[in-house]
Structure formats: structure tokens, C-alpha cells
């Protein structure tokens, strides 16, 4: 089962949405250096439609999007909350740590792929080895120079 250790609304993970960011435990990744090593741990409250019901009733207003922060252990279980979310006319994004796109990407509007590796850096960093992708009819856009421009806007 997936949990949420924690959450929080976000503004730039997801470039142009208003993000509902679940950070999900039991991270298998295991990446050197990571940033928020306790999401390797078992904690937080099981995602369940009550949970999400929940949360959606407090931000569902003010949301464009829901990101599911990890869960590389149970990506069927990410699919099949993605289609949940979905299906309530928001946007849907995974973080994964892997390198491969999962079965089912339909259910996902945006997707970010890849470990993170200290020495090349996350996202805003033109060295990363992460890709966020944002799917357009059938095909994956490589989006990740979007944080690169604000980064020389900053
Ligand atoms: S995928 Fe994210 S949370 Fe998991 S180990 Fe890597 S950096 Fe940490």
C-alpha cells in the first residue's frame, strides 16, 4: 500500500499548475545523497479514497494537479490512484526515481524520471540526469529546459 508522510501545495514542481504534492514512504530508490532519506522508512497515512476525499475537500479549489512524490515500490498502486485523481478533472504527475516509464502512463500528465545523483543535481541544475516529461496526445515532451530558462531569468 502506498503512504503519505507528508504534503504540501507547490508551485514549481509541476511548471504552469498549482500542485497537491504526496510524498510517499517505503522509497526502494535508495539514491546516494538523497534529500528526504526518511522516505525510505514505512510512516505516514495509507492512500485511500478517504485520505484523498479529504484532501481534496480542503484544496481540491485551489489545486490544477496532484503529484505523486515516489512510490517506485508500488507503481500499480501510483497508476490506479493517478486514474482516481483523474477522474476528478485534475492533472496527474508522478516523481519516480527509476529510469523506465511505467505500464500505464496514460493515467499521468506529467512524469519525472531518474535518480538523483548529488554530483549532477536535481532538475534546476542543466547537469541533471532527471528528465520531467509532460504527455501531449500519445507522446512524451521533455519539458526540463523549462527550469533551466527560470533559472537565468532569476
Ligand atoms: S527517489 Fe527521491 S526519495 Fe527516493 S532515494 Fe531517491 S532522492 Fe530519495
Same mark, same amino acid.
Not at 497537491?20 to 522509497?27: F, I, M, P, V
Not at 479529504?54 to 515516489?70: D, K, N, W
Given at each position: 500500500m502506498l503512504k503519505v508522510?507528508?504534503f504540501?501545495?507547490?508551485?514549481?514542481?509541476?511548471? @504552469?499548475?498549482? %500542485?497537491?504534492?504526496l510524498?510517499?514512504?517505503?522509497? #526502494?530508490?535508495?539514491? #546516494? @545523497?538523497?534529500?528526504?532519506?526518511?522516505?525510505?522508512?514505512? *510512516?505516514g497515512e495509507e492512500v485511500n479514497e478517504e485520505l484523498l476525499n479529504g484532501l481534496l475537500a480542503r484544496y481540491g479549489?485551489? *489545486?490544477?494537479?496532484v503529484?505523486?512524490? @515516489?512510490?517506485?515500490?508500488? &507503481?500499480?498502486e501510483? !497508476?490506479k490512484w493517478?486514474?482516481w485523481v483523474?477522474?476528478r478533472?485534475? $492533472? %496527474? !504527475?508522478?516523481? =519516480? @526515481?527509476?529510469?523506465?516509464? &511505467?505500464?500505464? &502512463?496514460?493515467?499521468?500528465?506529467?512524469? $519525472?524520471?531518474? &535518480?538523483? *545523483?548529488? =554530483?549532477?543535481?536535481?532538475? $534546476?541544475?542543466?547537469? %541533471? +540526469?532527471?528528465?520531467?516529461?509532460?504527455?501531449?496526445?500519445?507522446?512524451? *515532451?521533455?519539458?526540463? =529546459?523549462?527550469?533551466?530558462? $527560470?533559472?537565468?531569468? +532569476?
Amino acid at each position: 500500500m502506498l503512504k503519505v508522510a507528508s504534503f504540501d501545495i507547490v508551485f514549481q514542481e509541476i511548471p @504552469g499548475e498549482v %500542485t497537491l504534492a504526496l510524498n510517499l514512504s517505503n522509497c #526502494p530508490c535508495h539514491c #546516494p @545523497g538523497c534529500h528526504s532519506q526518511h522516505l525510505a522508512e514505512d *510512516i505516514g497515512e495509507e492512500v485511500n479514497e478517504e485520505l484523498l476525499n479529504g484532501l481534496l475537500a480542503r484544496y481540491g479549489s485551489m *489545486i490544477t494537479c496532484v503529484a505523486f512524490m @515516489g512510490g517506485d515500490a508500488e &507503481p500499480e498502486e501510483v !497508476a490506479k490512484w493517478a486514474e482516481w485523481v483523474k477522474s476528478r478533472a485534475l $492533472k %496527474t !504527475a508522478w516523481y =519516480s @526515481g527509476r529510469t523506465s516509464y &511505467p505500464r500505464n &502512463p496514460k493515467v499521468l500528465d506529467y512524469l $519525472k524520471l531518474g &535518480p538523483y *545523483i548529488e =554530483s549532477l543535481g536535481g532538475l $534546476k541544475s542543466e547537469k %541533471t +540526469n532527471q528528465r520531467l516529461y509532460k504527455r501531449e496526445d500519445d507522446s512524451w *515532451i521533455d519539458i526540463t =529546459s523549462v527550469f533551466w530558462k $527560470k533559472n537565468l531569468a +532569476n
